[in-house]
């Protein structure tokens, strides 16, 4: 699995290890993430049960996808296409990071993801299957009053606890 990227706040001071727990940034994808032209959009294909779309080059559900497409072995390059062209596809869905309006919430579902600093409830945009038969989806929780988004295998994801 994709870990969070860990690194020294301070190199000077010693390692805080909680912090570092805490620390929930992914390093740049490895193939470059172009910028979409007004009226575009870029879309990573191969999601399951759809793609998403998304008009931030920078949105963090696209770049922790990216770093799913390789883990999963599947193509990383990022398609760029007319925005309209987008919305009538229906294996096409609006990114719930950088599209919160456009998206359609019935294809996102939720759930709850364990992470190291125990369970949270995520939004799971979509899933990647891995060479190895193993199922990983792109998850969004909030870390640090920070809205993020990571790969989790589908191990480290449960339903939601019903509330009473
Ligand atoms: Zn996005």
């Known amino acids: 699995m994709v870990r969070g990227f860990t690194r020294r706040f301070d190199p000077e001071r010693p390692r805080d290890a909680a912090a570092e727990q805490q620390d929930a940034h992914l390093p740049p994808p490895t193939v470059p993430i172009p910028r979409a032209p007004s009226g575009s959009a870029l879309v990573l294909p191969g999601g399951r049960p759809h793609s998403l779309y998304h008009c931030r080059h920078d949105c963090d559900v696209l770049i922790a996808d990216s770093h799913l497409t390789e883990l999963c072995a599947q193509d990383p ?35 709850s993801v364990t992470t190291p600093t125990g369970p949270r409830e995520a939004l799971l945009t979509l899933w990647r299957r891995a060479p190895d038969s193993t199922w990983h989806a792109v998850v969004m929780y909030t870390l640090n009053s920070r809205l993020t988004a990571h790969p989790h295998p589908a191990t480290s994801l449960n339903p939601l606890p019903t509330r009473r």
């Open 77 to 111: 390059r990022i398609h760029v296409a007319k925005i309209d062209t987008l919305r009538s596809c229906e294996d096409r869905v609006a990114c719930p990071l950088c599209l919160p309006t456009e998206t359609d919430y019935t294809k996102i579902k939720r759930c």
